[in-house]
């Protein structure tokens, strides 16, 4: 089991000191398919929780992804732009979407945990 | 990632469904039936796949419509009445693609008609899932009472698609080496008796073979037991028909849009558009005359972001002139590709308009159809 936490709409993040990185799950990526492009925020843009922060679109369907915690975008992965297909192979790793300097770090309490999360995904089936 | 809201008692199954299940399909609604949007390899995969080898589809949600009548001449110009598109010329063997026009002008539906080798007063259609009981109720609305219309709920149809169709099936059946593009013929498939008709939706060389429902599940898996042929679903066939520059129902044309708009007038040949002799020929006479207020065009959207059904088309000073019908990522072309419709004005390729997405106007030339160069065999 990771130490990563999940949101319901399917977003992973990581926490390090007050950054969190997140992107989209596995289990995301799965059911999106093939992913042909990635649209990220600007660095300095701020969310709060929930807030619509990124757009992945498939050969399908766009998609939003949601800032799973409050905060300031510190960074983008600009690997993306040129291989929105990394998501798909490495969306918990490399395919990683934003960093965001989290202003309520408390919100953290409420995501689930790897194993939550799982439970959450069988429960939804 | 929400799903479109559908109650799963409702929808109607083809006969291959627990076949697709096996293959590792994800099934979705479409059109009412539950059917396979990708095999396990997922979209690109299949869409290449089809490009490069071939591609084994699933049609069988789609409608197979028999109309009889007491000979060719007499069934002709009853079904000449409802479609534009030269029905009494049409040889024995020969395959038609027409369209529904409605008493105004616009598309019911867009449909393939065949007259069979063999039978004598007998055309098949191939009509689209979504419209067929449509479709069947406006023939025989408009169709005369001695014209009989046979909804074959009993047959099944799959499209064998790609440049090695061919070497698949020429050596079950060598004689479909000289069957040319819009051309069928009957015969024995593998030892199953099959129309087979040398046509399709991808762009690309191939077959549609339509055959009784309980036999299809063994063509299906006689078929994919060569490596050269795999299974592909309904998120590939759209992705190969825009790219194509081929129409999707519902999107691209519907009631309000005329074959002239949509650029389908090439299927409407000199003796019909000089007698105007079907129904909502007004309309079309008027667009002949004037020019179209509009037309269906490709769109090339610059940068890599797809755009999509429903949005916005604005000229460069920012009025909103028209929308997309269809739009996603060519994985041959291996760039966003849609279609859409614009003023005349703006319909020369080269015109650059915006397409909004998210609010963001994204640079886009208005390209010709299709995007990749169709290979039928002539």
Known sequence: ?????????????????????????????????????????????????GDEAAVVESVKAASEVYAPVSGEVTEINGELEGNPGLVNKEAQGGGWFVKLAMSEPAELKGLMSEAEYQAFLAESV | MPAEPVD???????????????????????????????????????????????????????????LGGADHPTLAAALERLVPADIAGLEPGRIRYTQFIASN?????????????????????????????????????????EITVTLREDRALVALQGPRAQEVIGPLWPATQNLGFMTAMPGSLAGIDVHLARSGYTGEDGFEISLAAAEVEALFEKLLSDDRVRPVGLGARDTLRLEAGLCLYGQDIDESTS??????????????????????????????????????????????????????????????????????????????????YVPAGQAAPGTVVDVVVRGKPVPTVVTRLPFVPHRYRR
């Not at chain 1, 089991?1 to 950054?19: A, P, Q, Y």
Request: proline share 6%; glycine share 10%; no cysteine.
């Open chain 1, 1 to 49: 089991m990771s130490d990563l936490k999940f949101t319901k709409d399917h977003e992973w993040v990581r926490v390090e000191g007050n950054i969190a990185t997140f992107g989209i799950t596995e289990h995301a990526q799965d059911q999106l398919g093939d992913i042909v492009f990635v649209e990220l925020p600007s660095v300095g843009a701020a969310f709060a929780q």
């Open chain 2, 8 to 66: 799963p008692a409702t929808l109607r199954q083809t006969p291959l469904a627990a076949l697709h299940r096996r293959l590792g399909a994800r099934m979705v609604p479409f059109a009412g039936y539950e059917m396979p949007v990708q095999y396990q390899t997922g979209i690109v995969a299949e869409h290449v796949w089809t490009r490069t080898s071939v591609g084994l589809f699933d049609v069988s949600h789609m409608g197979q419509i028999v």
């Open chain 2, 105 to 145: 002008g616009g598309i019911i539906d867009d449909l393939m008609v065949t007259r069979p080798t063999a039978e004598q007063g007998t055309l098949m259609l191939v009509v689209n899932a979504s419209r067929k009981a449509i479709d069947e109720a406006w023939l025989r609305e408009n169709l005369p009472p």
């Open chain 2, 259 to 340: 074959p002239i708009e949509a650029g389908l007038g090439w299927s409407i040949p000199a003796r019909r558009r000089q007698a105007l002799d079907f129904i909502g020929a007004s309309r079309f006479a008027q667009e002949l005359e004037e020019g179209p207020a509009r037309r269906r065009v490709g769109l090339a959207p610059q940068g890599r972001m797809p755009v999509r059904h429903g949005a916005e088309i604005r000229d460069t000073d920012g009025n909103v002139v028209g929308l997309v019908t269809s739009g996603g990522f060519g994985p041959t072309v291996d760039a966003p590709v849609a279609m859409g």
